[in-house]
């Protein structure tokens, strides 16, 4: 017997497909739009604490320009203190000095046979004015100032002669080159 199947098996088929197709494109959508979602859910998240870390770092950034401040105004009021110790070491290491140059200045000058009248200094020169029994006497006080500690070069102005109580006397005038002192 020959059988007939009157049931639209491939009708039912047909439609089964295409369910089948709907749901998969369904669920595919549904799956790509979690995709997207849980990306964008991300992306804010990992912004969110991006931005978070940005502020805590310009709250760093000030603080640190502030200790930047604080350290450069440190090292300029150490430079001003380093200044003001070396002027005062310089003053106390030079505030000998005259004494010592008029001492051994002193100690140069032949007792009987010259005296000086006038000394003067401005910065490392020294300007000396005296009188002298004649141009030996003169010449041997230019040599002992040449080896004197204190004097760089020294250099005969000029002479000339001065009668006092009858004596005829050289007076004289000499430019001194002081050494330079720390």
Aim: with cysteine; charged share 30%; glycine share 8%.
């Amino acid at each position: 017997m020959i059988r007939i199947n009157l049931l639209p098996y491939r009708e039912m088929e047909k439609k089964g497909t295409f369910l089948r197709g709907i749901y998969l494109l369904s669920g595919s959508f549904v799956l790509f739009l979690l995709i997207l979602v849980s990306g964008y859910l991300y992306i804010d998240l990992s912004s969110g604490d991006l931005e978070q870390k940005i502020r805590e770092a310009e709250v760093k950034l000030v603080a640190m320009n502030k200790k930047v401040g604080d350290i450069e105004s440190f090292k300029r009021d150490k430079k001003q203190m380093e200044q003001k110790l070396a002027v005062i070491k310089s003053l106390d290491g030079n505030r000998l000095f005259p004494v010592q140059m008029l001492d051994e200045l002193y100690l140069l000058v032949p007792v009987k046979d010259m005296w000086l009248e006038k000394l003067s200094q401005a910065g490392g020169d020294l300007r000396i004015e005296g009188v002298a029994r004649d141009n030996d006497v003169v010449a041997l006080f230019m040599k002992n100032l040449e080896k004197a500690g204190f004097i760089q070069s020294v250099d005969l102005l000029g002479t000339k002669e001065k009668e006092v109580s009858g004596v005829k006397l050289q007076q004289f005038a000499l430019a001194c080159v002081l050494k330079k002192r720390l």
